[in-house]
């Protein structure tokens, strides 16, 4: 099978050659994109805060497939299990509700990075980064639907000492584990019905995020994000956090952009974004999820829009300003094998982009060939693409094809199965 699969790859290698692709080449700089693996898939965004709450701030998660995992060991485990799945070296993002406080009931304002020692280690022992969260939702202090931008003093402070903790847990991570932790802001505040003011709450979370962020702290340890959306359910007619409003205070005050797949209009895509954000702001974060319905975060495939991510990466030259993340929760399907085809397809999409002849498109574009350019994006798409992802797979020890299910299945049946 090894011999098939080498002698595959040789005639794709050729056949790109002709293009003036070099395949050894683009596998080499696939290797050095690590994909942020969400840890809230893999028990469905329940954290262990209070595992028993259930899900507000416009959240759900839909289907009951045994399984989920109940601890922090068991969510590690699981992690462990997709990973090894996955070709490459990659990271992991955790939610502030994901600490562990050794039973001990513990306010958001109050954690600290020891709470998180434990997955500070398990990174460690993987040579990965961890990315990182404030949880500004599902807690008692968030039921009235605002947080940062509270009118209410007490509620609003609660939240920006949460968001202060958290920007330390975030350089604490990244410190230990020696790359630098994104720390995303992402609040569910809004109004269910018309407001009258607008401005008002918008005013409130600029001072929040003001507070938020006032602690210098080292850019090599913790890189600050703010993410967008267009509307939560209870939130439908006004969020407080909208994508203009994020994105002048990106520009204004050099952080990190959040475009999430799922938080725009049904018709907007974030691939088209990205090239207009990179102009104007230094480094961008993307949650990479599949909106069937708006912000239904499917699992990622290999769809159009996947592909047109991962393109305008490439063809950007944007690899080192952009972190790629993922945010899709399924319940509905084995919830390792919804980080494995999701993760693989979004590694699947950066290769297709770096299988491009990107010199000879540009060239074709700006000479105004634009026959060229068609004929060559047209052939590409029957290029002998999957043999590259094959040889890759396989050069990094991981199974090739649909082979990982049964390894999926394998630890289903003795693990996940076991679990009440």
Known sequence: MANRSEKAYELARQAYAELGVDTDAAMDKLATIPVSLHCWQGDDVGGFENPEAGLDGGLAVTGNYPGKARTPDELRADADEALSLIPGTHRFNLHAIYAETAGKRMERNELQPEHFAGWIDWAKSKG?????NPTFFSHSKANSGFTLSSYDEGIRGFWVEHGIVCRRIGAAMGKALGTPTVTNVWIPDGFKDIPVDRKGPREILKKSLDEIFAEPLDPMHNRDAVESKLFGIGAESYTTGSHEFYLGYAVANK??????????????????????????????????????????????????????????????????????GLDFFDASI?????????????????????????????????????????ALLEELKTMPFSAVWDYYCRKNDVPVGVKWLDEVKTYEKHVLSKRS
């Open 128 to 132: 990965m980064g961890l990315d990182f």
């Open 255 to 324: 952080k990190l952009l959040c475009l999430d797949a799922g938080h725009y209009h049904p018709t907007e895509v974030i691939s088209d974004k990205i090239s207009s954000v990179l102009t104007f702001v230094d480094e961008l974060l993307l949650h990479v999820s599949r909106p069937v319905r708006w912000d239904s975060d499917h699992v990622v495939i290999l769809d159009d829009e996947l592909r047109a991510i991962a393109q305008q990466i490439i063809r950007g030259g944007y690899i080192d300003r952009v972190h790629i």
């Open 334 to 374: 084995n919830r390792i094998a919804a980080w494995v085809i999701g993760t693989r397809c979004m590694i699947k999409a950066l290769l297709y982009a770096l299988l491009e002849p990107l010199d000879r498109l540009k060239a074709a574009e700006r000479e105004g060939d634009f026959t060229e350019r068609l």
